[in-house]
């Protein structure tokens, strides 16, 4: 059974960071795309950053672009979303995933079959 596990959310101020981590259990979890959702209150799910297997080729929200960066250890299995410059309206759960093959975007979260359970950011004023 896949398991995607998140973690390192919390509460921050503006301006802080944060570094979320993915742990995956994947046998071959170097071939996956991985990409990190958030969904505010009220707001549907979107976007954040993704990395690609085999090469690692990174794609970024315009939002995002600048202040976060999305990284991958394929020997532990994890992938990391550093988030920098944190604004109030980061604010939201964060979910990890993973795709085996990407046939479309993947900026779509129909891209992904696996997610995680969501780990919550809090950035305060």
């Known amino acids: 059974q896949v398991q995607l596990v998140e973690s390192g959310g919390g509460l921050v101020q503006a301006g802080g960071s944060l570094r979320l981590s993915c742990a995956a259990s994947?046998?071959?979890?170097?071939?996956?795309?991985m990409g990190w959702f958030r969904q505010a209150p009220g707001k549907e799910r979107e976007f954040v950053a993704a990395?690609?297997?085999?090469?690692?080729?990174?794609f970024y929200a315009d939002s995002v672009k600048g202040r976060f960066t999305i990284s991958r250890d394929n020997a532990k299995n994890t992938v990391y979303l550093q988030m920098n410059s944190l604004k109030l309206e980061d604010t939201a759960v964060y979910y990890c995933a993973a795709a085996s093959s990407v046939i479309g975007s993947v900026r779509d979260r129909g891209t992904y079959a696996y997610w995680g359970q969501g780990t919550q950011v809090t950035v305060s004023s």
């Open positions: 990395i690609r297997g085999n090469g690692g080729t990174t």
């Open positions: 994947l046998r071959t979890f170097g071939r996956y795309a």
